[in-house]
């Protein structure tokens, strides 16, 4: 894309019709925040030309994309769209754009290939304002596309739409995305006034303004493209997920992935499934996932930001988050690996097993009801049911080292910081305060007694 086009991103808005104190832009689609969509749609095309105007809820969308981190423009008050591009207009000039593309920030399906096509086409055609428009079969809340006799389209808001002046709803309909020819716009930009119903700026009223001073509105009709409409409610937010959600699933099957009822799969934008891999509804595979080929993954499942090795099975009901199973292991039913849990190749946790900060030897086992924190086990090793690293002493967190081919009995505590050497056995019902030198049995625990009853009963 040209350099002197920059782009802005319009996400101050509370979202009002969310009802909810998160800023809108973070309401999430598939387990990314809108905005997430929307400027990963611009980066490859604007790079380090993407500005971000934010208010409502300024410091937390800041804070979720630091990379963004001195091209964020503050709006302190929402007074409209059209304030808000006033509030950057400073920093479009110092960066000497000669055109900026202006995106809502809640259209978060506009492709971003489709933005660059509209950008080429509104430079080709000279505009100085150029929109997109779609066709509904309901207005509704959204800003209606009114033509003069001489063709000349202006934007009205819903709220201030009347038919006797402005005719019959047509249906067209303005996507709230723009490319501004910075010269035309300066000269009008600081003339919108806040006289309409809802008492805003609209950029919308640049079409007529530019109209007026003898600019080039083109309006580009884009049909019945519904990844290009904003969300404002629940109703539009869950409805583009589960547009953008079938489309993702759509495509696993045609690359060659197996999935299993599918209409209730889950899988984000960036998560990556090899071809060859089953994944069984319902279930939710996000964040930077990636399933290797021949990996299963049986329903209930919910995996995020986690990697799952070929021919690795992660069997029904099991939560990932940040954890990596390499090739050929098993996890679960009911396994639990959060942050940094590592699966090592042909390793297996079974039933109501807790993995964090803690690595899994190549072919080690802990089949049964075992928290494993802050803990490294070697190679073969078998952690018997029950066993627990005692990781936290209420201050610190320690480590707990297994060696490889150790086997832990079951109902073991491991009081960290501990050691079990390499081939040593720690008989159950172990409580493990020192080390335990390699091939070693520790017994630790009270012995054994038998006595006779006092009384024996009748
Ligand atoms: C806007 C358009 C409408 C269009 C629709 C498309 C205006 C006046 N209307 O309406 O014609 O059909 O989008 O989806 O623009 N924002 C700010 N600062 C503000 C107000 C809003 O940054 O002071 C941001 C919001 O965060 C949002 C975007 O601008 O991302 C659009 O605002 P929103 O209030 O959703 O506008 P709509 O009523 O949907
Ligand atoms: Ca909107």
New binding site residues.
């Given amino acids: 894309m040209n350099k002197s086009v920059g782009a802005i991103v319009?996400?101050?808005?509370k979202?009002t019709r969310m009802y909810s104190d998160q800023p809108?832009?973070l309401r999430s689609i598939l387990g990314e925040p809108m905005l997430g969509y929307v400027l990963d749609g611009l980066s490859g095309p604007f790079q380090d030309r993407v500005h971000v105007?934010v208010?409502f809820g300024a410091q937390s969308v800041m804070k979720a994309y630091p990379a963004y981190e001195g091209r964020f423009v503050l709006?302190e008050q929402?007074?409209?769209?059209g304030?808000?591009l006033q509030c950057c207009w400073d920093a479009v000039k110092t960066a000497g754009y000669e055109h900026v593309l202006v995106v809502?920030?809640?259209?978060p399906l506009a492709d971003g290939k489709d933005l660059e096509i509209f950008v080429e086409q509104a430079l080709a055609d000279a505009a100085d304002l150029a929109f997109l428009t779609i066709q509904l079969d309901e207005a509704g809340?959204?800003?209606r596309i009114v033509r003069d006799a001489a063709g000349l389209a202006r934007?009205v808001?819903a709220k201030d739409y009347d038919e006797t002046s402005h005719g019959p709803v047509t249906g067209e309909?303005?996507?709230?995305i723009y490319l501004l020819r910075v010269a035309a716009i300066d000269s009008v930009l600081f003339n919108l006034t806040n006289a309409n119903r809802s008492g805003?700026f609209?950029?919308?009223d640049l079409a007529e303004l530019v109209g007026q001073n003898g600019g080039r509105v083109v309006a580009v009709n884009r049909g019945r493209d519904e990844n290009l409409l904003?969300i404002?409610n629940p109703r539009e937010l869950v409805a583009a997920e589960e547009s953008l959600r079938a489309r993702i699933v759509d495509n696993l099957l045609e690359t060659g992935v197996v999935v299993r009822q599918p209409g209730t799969v889950r899988v984000g934008p960036h998560a990556v499934i090899a071809p060859g891999a089953e994944i069984c509804g319902p279930c939710d595979v996000l964040g930077q996932s990636s399933i290797g080929p021949r990996a299963v993954v049986e329903p209930h499942c919910w995996i995020k930001d986690s990697e799952v090795g070929a021919g690795a099975v992660i069997h029904a009901f099991s939560h990932l988050e940040k954890a990596s199973v390499g090739p050929d292991c098993h996890a679960g039913p009911y396994a639990r690996l959060r942050p940094g849990a590592v699966m090592m190749e042909g390793s297996r946790v079974g039933n109501f097993v807790e993995m964090k900060k803690s690595v899994l030897g190549p072919g080690a086992k802990a089949s049964h009801l075992t928290y494993l924190g802050d803990a490294e086990i070697g190679a073969g090793a078998n952690v018997g049911a029950g066993t627990i690293t005692c990781n936290y002493d209420g201050t610190h967190k320690h480590k707990t080292t297994i060696g490889a081919g150790a086997f832990i009995g079951s109902n073991t505590a491991l009081v960290a910081p501990v050691t079990v050497g390499e081939g040593a056995l720690v008989a159950a019902g172990s409580v493990v305060t020192e080390d335990v030198p390699d091939h070693a049995l520790a017994i630790a625990r009270g012995r054994q007694v038998i006595k006779t009853r006092r009384k024996n009963p009748a």
């Fill in positions: 319009l996400a101050a808005g979202g809108k832009v105007v208010g709006q929402q007074l409209g769209t304030h808000a809502n920030g809640d259209v809340s959204y800003g934007i808001e309909i303005n996507a709230g805003e609209y950029i919308t904003g404002n």
